[in-house]
């Protein structure tokens, strides 16, 4: 079966503009979270989405956000960018969010903020 | 903060079981230690995962300590494709995911 698909692979921005970034779960897994990656901070979750819900949020500023539809798919959104917004982000998908519940990752999104 | 600890690097040679440690010291009672690779900017790739017995899959196998304060992920014929950055984390239901910087390793022919 597939795998988790992020769109699109390559983005670059200038400062202050917004991006979306997709990510399409396997078939049947509801909770979708996300991670940004940096050579500095290396990888640190950003938000975790369940049945539409956001069940947990990482410690980044409110320019950060996301969302769930019913269908699974998500979306996550950076405002006003900055060059330190630079990295490559990274969606995984499970099947629940409780008990042991191996999540699949994306191949991410690399974004460069000019 | 991470709730593990991995050393740095390892090297490993062809053909030989490579063992990469982690500490959990403060893992709780309902946590499970899961163990990823990410292999060069890809997406992390699942490798296993247990709570307190022994586990092993096609991929490798995971020993943890009884007291459940550490545990080993062994390749037990690592081969070139093996290296990797491993990462090892704990967590339980929808708490957040904290990777620490992981363990480089480099399998050597």
């Known amino acids: 079966k597939a795998g988790v698909t992020q769109t699109p692979r390559y983005l670059i921005k200038t400062r202050g503009q917004q991006v979306t970034l997709s990510c399409s779960p396997i078939s049947g897994h509801r909770s979708v979270s996300w991670y940004q990656q940096t050579p500095g901070q290396g990888l640190q979750f950003l938000f975790e989405y369940f049945s539409e819900t956001q069940r947990n949020k990482g410690n980044f500023p409110g320019r950060f956000s996301g969302r769930q539809f019913s269908n699974s798919r998500s979306e996550m959104n950076v405002s006003t960018l900055e060059l330190g917004d630079s990295a490559l982000y990274l969606c995984?998908?499970?099947?629940?969010?409780?008990?042991?519940?191996?999540?699949?990752f994306g191949q991410g999104t690399r974004l460069t903020v000019v | 903060d991470a709730k593990t600890t991995q050393p740095p690097s390892m090297d490993c040679a062809e053909g030989r079981a490579a063992n990469l440690p982690c500490n959990h010291s403060t893992i709780s009672g309902n946590e499970y230690v899961y163990w990823y690779r990410q292999i060069h900017s890809q997406g992390p790739q699942y490798i296993i995962h247990g709570l307190k017995n022994n586990e092993t899959n096609e991929m490798a196998s995971l020993i943890i300590t009884e007291d459940r304060k550490s545990s080993t992920l062994i390749l037990p014929h690592a081969t070139l494709r093996d290296t990797a950055v491993y990462y090892c984390?704990?967590?339980?239901?929808?708490?957040?995911?904290?990777f620490g910087t992981g363990t480089k390793l480099q399998v050597i022919p």
């Open positions: 984390i704990v967590r339980v239901g929808y708490q957040k995911v904290t």
């Open positions: 995984a998908s499970s099947l629940t969010t409780g008990g042991a519940t191996e999540a699949f």
